[in-house]
């Protein structure tokens, strides 16, 4: 089975960084799309940034200009590079991944399990 794994999550003060990481693992024949989305509590999930395959990259607006997703495609891992943080920016962060399995070839969308960020003094 394909896998994300999350990591990079925890508790940083307002204006800080963190850099969060997703590995896809598996037997993966190729990694389409990427992405990352958050989910704040009591909110819907939303848009934080995608990255295609060649490196063109989507972001929500309330993210531009502070976060930079970037991918590295012979890892089959995305980033997320989160400067300037608010607590409004305090979410469970998943990674997203349009995967094209061995076993299976055809295109599916895996989800990681979440990693939290806390922005907090």
């Known amino acids: 089975q394909v896998q994300l794994v999350e990591s990079g999550g925890g508790l940083v003060q307002p204006g800080g960084s963190l850099r969060l990481s997703c590995a896809a693992s598996g037997r993966i024949s190729r990694v389409n799309a990427m992405g990352w989305y958050r989910q704040a509590p009591g909110k819907e999930r939303e848009l934080v940034a995608t990255?295609?395959?060649?490196?063109?990259?989507n972001y929500a607006d309330s993210v531009k200009g502070r976060f930079t997703i970037s991918r590295d495609n012979a890892k089959n891992t995305e980033y997320l590079q989160m400067n300037s943080l608010n607590p409004e920016d305090t979410a469970v962060y998943y990674c997203n991944a349009e995967v094209v399995r061995i076993t299976f070839p055809r295109l599916v969308e895996v989800w990681g399990q979440g990693t939290l960020v806390t922005v907090s003094s």
């Open positions: 990255i295609t395959t060649g490196g063109s990259t």
